[in-house]
């Protein structure tokens, strides 16, 4: 087992070297920390190909020009298995022995600690720090961006559609991490504000041993629930809600947004997202939209791209991590420099407002950036009914005003713009 699980950690790091093309051009090193082994090395894997497309891309287009030079890019990912304290000393190493100057994470618990450590005088480095978790935000860190839109947009959309249903009664067993605990704080504020009734809140490991959550998940479902809300990496996740159903819980799930319908489906051996062993384990669930499904015209060539790359579907992590990519290499140029992290961040708020990324060449929309570093981005969603996967709501939740909301719904080039909706956060 020990030789199985090397193997498989050599190969994630393999998978994230981007291949350098030919020629003069010199090489800057981006860098990743993740968890390549363990639970969540599927979610990592997410994350970090989509930088490392972007790379590929880059890099066979001849690289970038930045004040007359050029240059090529290289992926350096290390593995911190959840470690908080290995993050910071694989981001260390990747600035110390390689100059990278932005490293990318997507794990809010490793996040926090990395802000920590970013502004040391002389190792300054950009973190590309991939959480729906924004209080990381209220640091006020200067080298902090990040790609993904606010959970609490996802929480608004959640509470206003099974609310509809009819749903009053809701159940949590969420992974026991600080971004399971902010899960599950800003729904249960959300869904009690609303005059829904919490019926079981539990934080529990998702390790993938069912023992490690039994109880927990009885106890949730003898509360009579409508609802579960669920959710950390997709796998454990999937485990979570088949052993939900196997127990008898004939109601609803809830999927956090760091949990895929699509990669649990994979997981659970179904061919579509329905049956396992007679139990319709993803029936009358709601979560992160498939990137396939996104009606966008960049969407089915980017999935078919990238699985004949990385033979695996793209997950939403995918997608924004690779424009992330692209909008750093884009600042790079316009700031004339490749090193200085302070002066690429410094360039991006105009390079975006002269151009928003946008789908006709892009699997997500980029329509700006917060001062705070938050990209402004989309929440995609969808619900699986009876084995039927619904259209997918875009999610606009960074408009500060109706003003707002509709520029940006009119330069998108969604196919189905009238799926477009503004949840403002309150």
């Known amino acids: 087992m020990r030789v199985v699980k090397t193997l498989l950690v050599i190969m994630a790091a393999f998978a994230c070297i981007g291949w350098p093309s030919a020629g003069a051009a010199e090489e800057v090193v981006i860098g990743y920390t993740g968890p390549l082994s363990g639970p969540a090395a599927g979610y990592a894997k997410d994350n970090f190909t989509g930088a490392d497309l972007a790379i590929r891309e880059i890099n066979a287009d001849g690289g970038i020009k930045v004040a007359g030079k050029n240059y090529t890019f290289r992926f350096e990912c290390l593995d911190d298995q959840m470690s908080p304290e290995a993050a910071v000393a694989n981001a260390r190493k990747l600035v110390s022995r390689y100059n990278a100057p932005v490293v990318f994470n997507s794990l809010a618990h490793c996040i926090g600690p990395l802000l920590k450590v970013n502004l040391e005088p002389g190792n300054e480095f950009l973190i590309m720090g991939y959480s729906s978790i924004h209080s990381l935000h209220n640091f006020g860190n200067p080298l902090f961006i990040n790609p993904t839109p606010n959970f609490i947009a996802y929480i608004i959309a959640y509470c206003d559609i099974v609310w509809q249903k009819g749903f009053r009664r809701g159940a949590m067993v969420v992974v026991n991490t600080a971004y399971g605990d902010a899960w599950r704080g800003q729904f249960r504020s959300h869904w009690e504000r609303r005059g829904g009734v919490i019926t079981a809140d539990h934080a529990v490991p998702y390790t993938g041993n069912p023992d490690d959550y039994r109880k927990e998940l009885e106890d949730a479902i003898a509360a009579d629930p409508d609802f579960i809300l669920i959710g950390g990496a997709s796998v454990p996740t ?132 917060e001062d705070n570093g938050i990209l402004k981005s989309a929440g995609v969603l969808q619900t699986v009914e009876d084995g039927r996967v619904s259209r997918v709501d875009h999610i606009f939740s960074f408009p500060k005003s109706e003003e707002e909301f509709y520029e940006a719904l009119n330069q998108s080039k969604a196919i189905e713009p009238e799926n477009i909706r503004w949840f403002p956060l309150r």
């Open 238 to 369: 999937a485990l979570v809600a088949k052993l939900a159903r196997e127990i008898g819980y004939d109601g609803a799930f809830l999927l956090s947004d760091q949990a895929r319908m699509d990669a649990m489906a994979r997981f659970l051996d179904h061919r579509e997202i329905r049956y396992h062993n007679g139990t319709d384990v993803l029936n009358s669930v709601i979560g992160v939209a498939n990137i396939a499904d996104l009606p966008l015209p960049y969407s089915t060539t980017f999935a078919e791209k990238y699985t004949s790359i990385f033979k695996r579907p793209p997950a939403w992590e995918t997608a924004l991590n690779y424009t992330a990519m692209k909008i750093i290499a884009r600042a790079m140029v316009r700031a004339g420099t490749v090193s200085d992290p302070f002066a690429i961040r410094a360039a991006i708020p105009e390079l975006l407002g002269e151009k928003p990324i946008l789908g006709d060449k892009s699997p997500n929309e980029v329509f700006g950036i």
